[in-house]
């Protein structure tokens, strides 16, 4: 597609219900990054991906925050029984390489609201 | 790990006016330096960026300054217009193997006809 793709773009959670969040990132781009942005708040990363591989996940702020991408396109973020404090918004965004290339194309991002 | 201090967190302008916002960092080793520019509720998008090895950098209306030895680098809009009206985030990352950006809190740019 012409860009990175995110969907949903909004979703409501139940405290303590699972979701899964999507990311189609530009076609062809190697790196694959996940961002939370919280209300007023700079994106924070979350974790890294080149290729299927994640590299990095050191942003994940406990272990029911899981991410995918199997096939070294789409990926998934996956947070389990949430929070309240896991409401922000969601952004994805990818990059043509791993090395010495980092503009990174940003999704709209899913707004996540737990209540 | 890096940590990037953005100031102000809103600006306020008249048209025509220049805007400047400014960004610290504290890993010497950083050397790419991106803006980004998100209007409400959609995504951030890269308006210009810098790398280590230049002072400064011209776009049309945006310009960006970098000053290594002291850490610091500033965005500068001239001639302001109401479409300008924003949140400007200034990122900071090293530019070698996977780049992680690490964000500025976000400036609020209100641009007034």
Not at chain 2, 17 to 24: F, G, L, N, P, R
């Amino acid at each position: 597609g012409a860009g990175v793709s995110q969907s949903p773009r909004y979703k409501v959670a139940k405290r303590g219900q699972d979701v899964a969040l999507r990311c189609d990132p530009i076609s062809g781009h190697v790196s694959l990054f996940w961002y939370q942005q919280a209300l007023g708040q700079g994106p924070e990363f979350l974790t890294y991906f080149q290729n299927e591989a994640q590299l990095d996940k050191s942003g994940l702020p406990s272990d029911r925050f899981f991410a995918e991408r199997p096939e070294g396109s789409v990926s998934t973020l996956k947070i389990q029984r949430t929070q309240q404090e896991d409401s922000a918004v969601y952004l994805c965004a990818s990059s043509l390489a791993a090395r010495g290339w980092p503009e990174a194309f940003f999704g709209q991002g899913t707004r996540l609201t737990v209540v | 790990g890096e940590n990037v201090e953005q100031h102000p967190s809103t600006l306020s302008v008249q048209e025509g006016d220049s805007a400047v916002i400014k960004c610290t960092y504290s890993d010497s080793a950083s050397n790419y330096f991106p803006w980004y520019k998100q209007e409400l509720g959609k995504r951030p998008q890269l308006i210009i960026d810098i790398r280590s090895n230049v002072g400064e950098k011209k776009d049309q209306r945006i310009a960006v300054t970098l000053n290594k030895t002291a850490k610091h680098f500033s965005l500068h809009i001239t001639e302001t217009q109401p479409e300008d009206s924003a949140v400007y985030f200034c990122a900071a990352t090293l530019n070698s193997g996977y780049s992680t950006l690490t964000f500025g809190k976000g400036t609020m740019l209100l641009v007034s006809p």
